[in-house]
């Protein structure tokens, strides 16, 4: 796997993320994917999906930065730091938060299994 198809696929996924495309987020988001909050709880594929379905999840602002990406056989680590503004059920997000995502490749699809998000001051 080469460092490139995962920038690629981490530009897909913000990408996703800023249009709310949940067809796109389906296919980037494996089945079993559990993904940390900076407020320690613990979401599935079906629940972040569920937010953008429901229009609970607004982003209205997403900038990446200070990008690192190691890549371990057909899996691949990356942070990420990323600002962000928008809403959850109403309730304003802003902030800067770091990011750290797991990458496998599965078939020709690149999908993310894990992640785990922390709010910086």
């Excluded at 920038?7 to 796109?24: F, H, P, Y």
């Excluded at 990356?78 to 059920?89: C, E, F, N, Q, R």
């Excluded at 599965?106 to 999908?111: D, P």
């Amino acid at each position: 796997m080469k460092i490139e198809t995962v920038v690629n696929a981490e530009i897909e996924l913000l990408t996703a993320i800023k249009k709310s495309d949940i067809l796109a987020l389906e296919t980037i988001l494996h089945d079993d994917l559990l993904f940390n909050m900076p407020d320690g709880q613990t979401i599935t594929k079906d629940f972040d999906l569920q937010s953008y379905r429901s229009g609970k999840m607004k982003v209205d602002f997403l900038e990446a930065s200070d990008q690192i990406v190691n890549v371990i056989d057909n899996t691949a680590v990356v942070t990420v730091t990323v600002s962000l503004k928008g809403a959850y059920d109403n309730n304003p997000i802003n902030g800067v938060f770091k990011y750290i995502r797991v990458w496998k490749k599965i078939g020709k699809n690149m999908k993310v299994i894990a992640g785990s998000c922390v709010q910086l001051a």
